[in-house]
C-alpha cells in the first residue's frame, strides 16, 4: 500500500494557492483554468484554510456574496482536515470517505504543505493497485 508521500513524488504537481484577500471570483477562474476543484489560502506561507467549489455552491450567491466583491476569507473553510505524508492512500481515503471531504491537503511534521490530493487521485491510485493485484494473481494462477 502506497503512502501519500510517495503518491506525492510520482505525480509532482504543487498545490494551487490563493490569498485568503483574493476575490472568490479569482479563486473561480484559477480552479476553472486548472480544472480542479478547491484551491489552498495561504498567508504568510501558513495554510489559512481551502476554498473548494463546495464552499461556493453553499456560501456564494445563495447568501448574497458577489463572487467579484467577496474575498475567499469569507466562505473558504479555515478549519481544514489534513493528511501527513506517512499515511496511506487506503487512509487518507478512509478520512475522506468518513468527513465527506475531496480534497485534502498534506502537511509535514512542521505543518509545511507538501501537497494535496483529491479522491479521484485517490480513486485512480486504488484502482491501479487492484488491477495489478489482479494481474500478479492471474499470473500465478497460469503457472
Known amino acids: 500500500m502506497k503512502t501519500l508521500k510517495k503518491l506525492l513524488e510520482e505525480r509532482p504537481c504543487t498545490p494551487i494557492c490563493v490569498s485568503p484577500d483574493d476575490t472568490v471570483f479569482s479563486a473561480l ?8 476543484g478547491a484551491v489552498l489560502a ?15 455552491a453553499r456560501q456564494g450567491e445563495l447568501l448574497g456574496n458577489s463572487s467579484k466583491e467577496t474575498p475567499v476569507r469569507k466562505i473558504m473553510t479555515e478549519k481544514v482536515l489534513y493528511a501527513l505524508p506517512e499515511q496511506t492512500t487506503d487512509e487518507a481515503m478512509a478520512l475522506m470517505t ?14 509545511r504543505v507538501v501537497g494535496m490530493v483529491s479522491i479521484g487521485d485517490l ?21
Do not use: C, W
Open 29 to 36: 477562474e484559477l480552479m476553472a483554468k486548472h480544472h480542479i
Open 42 to 56: 495561504m498567508q504568510d506561507g501558513k495554510l489559512a484554510g481551502i476554498f473548494s467549489e463546495r464552499d461556493y
Open 98 to 111: 468518513d468527513k465527506r471531504v475531496r480534497h485534502l491537503p498534506v502537511l509535514d511534521a512542521n505543518q
Open 123 to 143: 480513486v485512480k491510485e486504488t484502482i491501479s493497485e487492484q488491477a495489478f493485484l489482479i494481474k500478479q494473481l492471474e499470473q500465478y494462477i497460469a503457472s
